[in-house]
């Protein structure tokens, strides 16, 4: 690698540590949410509540103690929901804690006659207002889902509750109602309803005021994320793309994950000078990167600091995935972060690849078999490709995909034929049959990102399941073959998590511990492709080039995890368009990118 990285001073080292977790909204959401317990104890529980005012109260005019139990009830179930949001500094979260923990102190002292309730409240009021300046962070991303998803979780945890409130009264429920008139019961007052269900006294009024404030809760919460402004996870601007790919043109050669930068779902972070970079996308909380940033390795510190003072704003969780060796240490350095090695990336030098030997005989002997089956391969640039035989290999590439949803965001790209990617190397497989279906003799594809000037990163690998097996061995000895022609000297394959420890663990004197770990690793690879991905990669005779993960502390690492997951598609919780829409937006979006490909043609 050329070139040092200037180290910063201890001052900017420390602004870079990122947002650790404070003492104090850690304690404070935490507390919120005993008093949220608390608040909805006082408001379900009768025993929990009762007090000698308590029979007074029960006897007065009105419906003022039932609905004192319903606001404590309330209180504490929003403050249970704003707990997360006072641990991570939101100030929106502040200011509702603030409103909500007066009026939990009102109900708890006018139902219950609790003094020590209401203190519990103020000692959380006090240090909120007295280290409000701590809870100054901005809002995630959010969109039309979240009502969604709110509306799900809240009538589920509602239903629950509601059966509680319904069943805690065994000595003033008139009769023995069964399950069934209980859950019905619930249902019913969660609109504001009587059910079947009877109480002698008051009991009736309490419940209904109860059942009708969980209703209101899940109501009100779904109406006002549906309809609150949408704040989008930011996306590649035209600006950003084009600054980005000039930043490529120039130090593209220096990660084989450049490319991947440019996916259209990630923002992006400049130095201050311009010259370097960092794509981010932000995933429940996790403000996740990938690969080393791009750009100028002497003004990698300056867009660090960017990426590092973006994540304090928002108080969003730091973490880098599948960075380079000399990536982690710059990471490490300059943040304070740790590194935690990831996989390792496959990268076959085509100077020394070969069919010969006997280390490739299996995939010689494959590649034999099938050419013999009548499979021809081609391998071009994409600029080259006529517009329908392009658009037929995009519409084989969604068909043929196995899952609903599209998968990556580290080596990924994220699309096939944009104009924008002239560059891009694309190897398909042919074979004429005598029924030719839908996409003509097209059986498989692999797609190639540039890394470089010199070099190329596999992005996708899809086929048709009818096809023979083997189409994707056949592509990489196509591509590997058909290299020097477009002047590629290396070419990166896939990524293999924790291929280390599947090779260490399945060598011979191989210790109890790493052959445990092995064996979970190759349980898990029945969801994630673990070993089959490390063997594929492996039938290549490839170099090994470590990869990592930058993360704050251990403790962050499960969250970490489940981002990453769901950022490569693995978890998904938004419901998929359907195909014929999904092709409705991409074909959308094309004349855009082809517009701009067209802009940067004429500067050039």
Not at 211 to 225: F, Q
Not at 500 to 526: M, Y
Request: aromatic fraction near 8%.
């Amino acid at each position: 690698m050329s070139g040092e990285v200037p180290s910063r001073s201890g001052r900017a080292r420390r602004i870079l540590r990122g947002p650790r977790p404070e003492a104090v909204p850690v304690l404070v959401g935490r507390a919120a949410a005993l008093v949220g317990v608390l608040d909805i104890a006082a408001g379900v529980f009768p025993r929990f509540r009762h007090s000698r005012m308590h029979a007074i109260a029960e006897v007065l005019p009105g419906s003022f103690g039932p609905f004192a139990a319903a606001l404590s009830l309330s209180s504490g179930v929003l403050l249970l929901l704003l707990a997360h949001g006072l641990k991570r500094r939101k100030r929106r979260a502040w200011r509702a804690a603030v409103a909500l923990l007066p009026a939990g102190a009102a109900a708890q002292f006018a139902y219950r006659h609790s003094v020590v309730g209401v203190l519990i409240a103020v000692a959380l009021l006090v240090p909120l207002l007295l280290h409000r300046d701590q809870f100054a962070a901005l809002p995630d991303p959010r969109s039309r889902w979240r009502a969604l998803t709110n509306f799900v979780l809240m009538s589920a945890g509602s239903l629950v509750l509601g059966l509680i409130i319904v069943s805690v009264h065994p000595h003033r429920t008139i009769g023995d109602p069964s399950l069934a008139d209980r859950l019905t019961h619930v249902v019913y007052g969660l609109f504001g309803f009587e059910g079947p269900v009877d109480y002698q006294g008051n009991t009736s009024w309490t419940v209904a005021f109860s059942l009708g404030a969980l209703g209101w809760i899940t109501a009100a919460t779904t109406i006002y994320l549906a309809f609150r402004p949408e704040h989008p996870a930011a996306r590649l601007t035209e600006e950003d793309e084009s600054r980005l790919r000039a930043l490529l043109e120039k130090h593209g050669g220096r990660d084989s994950l450049g490319h991947f930068a440019l996916r259209r779902d990630k923002a992006v972070v400049f130095s201050p000078s311009g010259k370097a970079a960092v794509t981010y996308r932000v995933v429940s909380g996790v403000m996740l990167a990938s690969g080393d940033p791009i750009g100028d390795v002497e003004a990698w510190p300056g867009a660090i600091e960017r990426f590092m003072d973006e994540a304090t704003a928002h108080s969003w969780t730091p973490a880098v995935m599948g960075c380079s060796e000399t990536g982690g240490e710059v990471w490490t350095r300059e943040t304070g972060l740790d590194a935690l090695e990831l996989g390792d990336e496959a990268v076959v030098d085509v100077a020394d690849f070969s069919l010969a030997g006997r280390a490739m005989r299996n995939v010689r002997q494959m590649v034999k078999r099938i050419e013999r089956a009548g499979y021809e391969t081609r391998v071009r640039r994409i600029r080259d490709l006529g517009d329908a035989e392009l658009e037929r290999i995009r519409r084989a590439a969604e068909d043929w995909r196995g899952t609903d949803t599209e998968r990556g965001f580290s080596m990924a790209l994220g699309r096939v034929g944009d104009p924008a990617d002239g560059d891009c190397l694309i190897a398909t497989a042919h074979k004429q049959d005598d029924e030719p279906g839908e996409y003509g003799d097209l059986k498989a594809v692999l797609h190639f990102v540039p890394w470089g000037t010199d070099g190329a990163s596999l992005d996708l690998m899809r086929r048709d399941r009818s096809a023979d097996p083997g189409m994707n061995e056949l592509l990489i000895v196509a591509a590997l073959q058909a290299a020097p022609k477009f002047g590629i000297t290396r070419v990166s394959l896939n990524f293999a998590m924790f291929r280390s420890a599947l090779a260490r663990g399945e060598k011979i004197g191989a210790g109890p511990v790493l052959r445990a770990w092995r064996g979970l690793l190759v349980f898990l690879s029945r969801w994630f492709q673990i070993e089959s991905l490390y063997k594929f990669n492996a039938k290549f005779q490839p170099r090994w080039e470590p990869r990592f993960v930058v993360y704050r502390n251990s403790a962050d690492l499960p969250r970490i995890g489940f981002a990453a997951m769901q950022a490569e598609g693995f978890v998904n919780f938004a419901l998929p368009l359907p195909r014929f829409l999904r092709r409705r937006r991409a074909a959308a979006e094309r004349p855009c990118a082809h517009a701009m490909a067209e802009r940067d043609v004429r500067a050039a």
